[in-house]
Each structure stands twice: as C-alpha cells, then as structure tokens.
C-alpha cells in the first residue's frame, strides 16, 4: 500500500540548532515528494518539492531536503532554526502517473526552545 | 482574490443537520482538491476536481458527503446528515495543473464542528 510516514510527532529544538525532519515513503516506484508547511491559523505552504535531477533540493526559508532512493526518504533540513519555524511540516507525496491525490503524512510538530 | 478562499471559516452543526462549504479557488486554476483534516493528522484526500470535470472521489468517507464545481470555477462540499465523526478542518486546495505539476494552494479551512 502507498504509504508516508513521519516518525516523529513532536521535536523541541533550541533556536539556531540545526534541524532534521524525518520522512519515509512506501510506493511501487519514485514519486514526486514535497515537503509543506502549516502555521497556526494558515493554510499549508509549500517548502520545496522534488521532481527528479539534483536530489539535494532547496525551498524557501532556508529550507533543504535530500532524496536517498535506496532508503525511500526524503528528509527536510535546515542549519539553524529561527523562533518562526514553530510550526507542523507535512511531508507528502503523488505518483507521477497521475494528476490527482497527494498524499500527507501525519506531521511533525515542530517547538523551538528559546 | 489574491489566494484560495472557503467559506464560513467555523461552522457548528447539531447532529443530523446539512452543511455546505464553500471554496473559492484562485483564478485560472484548473485543479481544485477537498482534504478533511482531523485534529493531530495529516490532511486526508476526499476528491479531485479538474474543471468541472470530477476525476476523483475515491477519497469521500460515505454517500453522505458530495462535491461539485459547475462552473468550474467554486466549489462546494456538501455533507448530509452530519455525524459527529465529521468534526474537522476541511481544506481546499488549487493549482493551475494537476498535483503532479506544481504547487498545491491552501485555503485556510473550514473547521466543522458537530455537536
């Protein structure tokens, strides 16, 4: 079955620490990824998103992910977090096939300690 | 406007009760996505539009909930006979191609309450 799964609910990471947010994906074959978004009281945002080429991709806000093929994963990453990143980031995924569902994962959330 | 719109932002329903949400896309875009999101979970895909064209509804829970856009343009889920497992935010989305092409634009949701 097509699955995404995001292993941690919940990190607490100092500001300015570095940041890794897990992501893992079950498909028949590679789909597109993205890596989302949600602050308190918005709409989900797209951070960045992975079609195919370079499998180090850059979004925006200082985000990063890197596609590993032979580990299914698609983990995001930042170098130092500011106090505005606190939010839930959703990693999701859509078959090439087709034009139709993304599908999330269950977010990570995301604290920042002072 | 300038983004994805829905309409009413708070709905509370007593069980049993009609509800229709409304979502106004951003102009031009020919895909336009339902998600419901239950508290602490990742958005879950109810259906797909492109057009007026409904291409997917794989993703409705039961007959009791329903989604058009006959204009292609707005959209409006309608959920009969509410149930108190309905409670969420239901997120709209469009884009200008299908989900495979670009990005994806949220609306902020409409968060549904059944008593």
């Known amino acids: 079955a097509q699955s995404v799964t995001q292993p941690d609910i919940h990190i607490t990471v100092s500001e300015g620490a570095s940041l890794e947010l897990r992501c893992n994906y079950s498909y028949g074959a590679t789909p597109y990824l993205f890596w989302y978004v949600q602050s308190p009281g918005q709409g989900l945002q797209l951070l960045l998103k992975y079609f195919s080429g370079d499998t180090l991709v850059q979004g925006i806000k200082g985000f990063e992910a890197e596609f590993k093929r032979s580990q299914s994963s698609f983990n995001l990453r930042k170098p130092s977090v500011h106090w505005s990143d606190a939010a839930e980031y959703f990693c999701?995924?859509?078959?090439?096939?087709?034009?139709?569902?993304?599908?999330f994962g269950s977010g990570t959330r995301l604290s920042i300690r002072p | 406007g300038a983004g994805v719109s829905q309409s009413p932002r708070y709905k509370v329903a007593k069980r049993g009760q009609d509800v229709a949400l409304r979502c106004d896309p951003i102009s031009g875009h020919v895909s336009l996505f339902w998600y419901q999101q239950a508290l602490g979970q990742g958005p879950e895909f109810l259906t797909y539009f492109q057009n007026e064209a409904q291409l997917d509804k794989s993703g409705l829970p039961s007959d009791r909930f329903f989604a058009e856009r006959p204009e292609g343009s707005v959209s409006t889920l309608k959920i009969q006979r509410t149930q108190q497992e309905d409670s969420a935010v239901y997120l709209c989305?469009?884009?200008?191609?299908?989900?495979?092409?670009?990005?994806?634009?949220f609306g902020e949701g409409s968060r549904l309450t059944v008593l």
């Open positions: 989305a469009s884009s200008f191609g299908g989900s495979n092409t670009g990005e994806l634009f």
């Open positions: 999701a995924v859509t078959p090439r096939s087709s034009a139709s569902k993304i599908i």
